[in-house]
């Protein structure tokens, strides 16, 4: 059934179409191209009106049941362009995998992975104009799935939307690729074994404002949070993963399914392996960590993800004691896995792992 599958394409009226922004004020998630991807699932249908169109606002009954009961997964993946024209897609295959598990894990309809990298390349290409090409730019891809049918009563939904949107950007965050300073609060959890804190879903996020703003307004950029039994391992840094390098070794929490898998994450483990460098994937209780720092043990850490890539931390805070890392400078094998990645992401360097997708 889903080979049969096919995308149709309405294009913007050229009169219609927006501004580009200059790219060096990009910021992150403020601008969007002028299309959108979209599909729909029923139960009699399955997946139909699959389409490339004008980027538009949807119209949903009040009581739409990802209102309620927060039916909604997303993935974050990014389209790279050089000078030369030439577009490039950075492991989408396994973000759109990533999704169905999500997906899954919510109740909610998978779709044909092939097919979407398929339609994604298509719909990039037809965005191209909105690739940037200055450095440390990209193309931001928010694919997103809602149940969206009106009904009340906790339940699955029998309607959904899928839909691709699309925003150019710079660095994540204000900092760049300078380190960041990172509170460690182990007085809220942002998941528990069990839950849902190994899939992206919409409410992972909504758990972790309060904290999130708390730090802020202390002059933080991100948290860590700790595990939600003890609260004394280290798990994520909001919306990333997290690397120690203790003495010789690059330390990572497992997933034991309280973290997301993250695809930057899975990249990081492998190109680090593959110049010999000896990761671990272990518990780390922060205790550890905040000793590793006072004792000279702790080399680097940093944060990685498909939005900031990689992320160096120049300082944790926890409970009105500071532990600088590092100087707080940028490590050397965090700036080697940032180029790296950056190289590979771009076209620009080997990809021995075949993770880029030519777009075009």
Same mark, same amino acid.
């Given at each position: 059934m889903w080979e049969d599958l096919e995308v149709t394409v309405e294009k913007a009226p050229e009169a219609a179409r927006k501004v580009k922004p200059a790219q060096d004020t990009l910021g992150f998630g403020k601008y969007f191209t002028d299309h959108m991807f979209m599909m729909v699932w029923d139960q009699e249908k399955g997946w139909h009106d699959i389409k490339i169109c004008p980027y538009q606002q949807?119209?949903?009954?009040?009581?739409?049941?990802?209102?309620?009961?927060?039916?909604?997964?997303?993935?974050?993946?990014?389209?790279?362009?050089?000078?030369?024209?030439?577009?490039?897609?950075?492991?989408?295959r396994d973000n759109f995998e990533r999704m169905n598990r999500s997906a899954q894990r919510l109740c909610m309809p998978r779709f044909p992975v092939d097919k979407m990298v398929q339609w994604l390349k298509a719909f990039v290409y037809l965005e191209r104009d909105w690739v940037p090409t200055a450095p440390g730019a990209s193309l931001y891809i928010r694919p997103t799935m809602i149940g969206v049918n009106p009904a009340l009563g906790v339940q699955p939904a029998s309607v959904y939307y899928f839909y691709i949107i699309a925003s150019p950007v710079g660095a994540y965050y204000a900092e760049g690729f300078n380190p960041t300073k990172i509170y460690v609060s182990d007085e809220e959890a942002r998941a528990a074994?069990?839950?849902?804190?190994?899939?992206?879903?919409?409410?992972?996020?909504?758990?972790?404002?309060?904290?999130?703003?708390?730090?802020?307004?202390?002059?933080?950029?991100?948290?860590?949070?700790?595990?939600?039994?003890?609260?004394?391992?280290?798990?994520?840094?909001?919306?990333?993963?997290?690397?120690?390098?203790?003495?010789?070794?690059?330390?990572?929490?497992?997933?034991?399914?309280?973290?997301?898998?993250?695809?930057?994450? +899975?990249?990081?483990? =492998?190109? %680090?392996?593959?110049? !010999?460098?000896?990761? #671990?994937?272990? @518990? *780390?209780?922060?205790?550890?960590?905040?000793?590793?720092?006072? +004792?000279?043990?702790? =080399?680097? %850490?940093?944060?990685? !993800?498909?939005?900031? #890539?990689?992320? @160096? *931390?120049?300082?944790?805070?926890?409970?009105?004691?500071?532990?600088?890392?590092?100087?707080?400078?940028?490590?050397?094998?965090?700036?080697?896995?940032?180029?790296?990645?950056?190289?590979?992401?771009?076209?620009?360097?080997?990809?021995?792992?075949?993770?880029?997708?030519?777009?075009?």
């Open positions: 949807f119209h949903l009954d009040p009581a739409a049941l990802v209102f309620h009961y927060g039916q909604a997964i997303f993935e974050g993946m990014k389209a790279y362009r050089e000078e030369d024209g030439q577009m490039f897609l950075f492991r989408p074994k069990g839950g849902v804190g190994n899939v992206k879903v919409s409410g992972n996020y909504a758990a972790s404002l309060h904290t999130e703003e708390m730090a802020k307004k202390a002059g933080y950029t991100q948290v860590l949070w700790l595990d939600a039994c003890e609260h004394r391992y280290c798990e994520e840094v909001g919306t990333s993963n997290i690397f120690f390098v203790l003495g010789n070794e690059l330390v990572t929490p497992p997933l034991d399914g309280t973290i997301l898998p993250g695809i930057t994450r +899975d990249s990081v483990i =492998k190109l %680090a392996e593959s110049w !010999g460098v000896r990761v #671990v994937q272990r @518990p *780390i209780a922060v205790d550890e960590v905040f000793a590793a720092s006072m +004792d000279g043990k702790l =080399k680097e %850490a940093f944060a990685t !993800g498909t939005a900031a #890539v990689i992320s @160096p *931390i120049g300082e944790l805070a926890f409970k009105g004691e500071t532990y600088p890392i590092n100087g707080g400078q940028v490590g050397e094998l965090a700036r080697r896995l940032y180029d790296g990645l950056q190289g590979i992401q771009h076209g620009r360097a080997a990809d021995p792992f075949k993770w880029v997708i030519r777009v075009g």
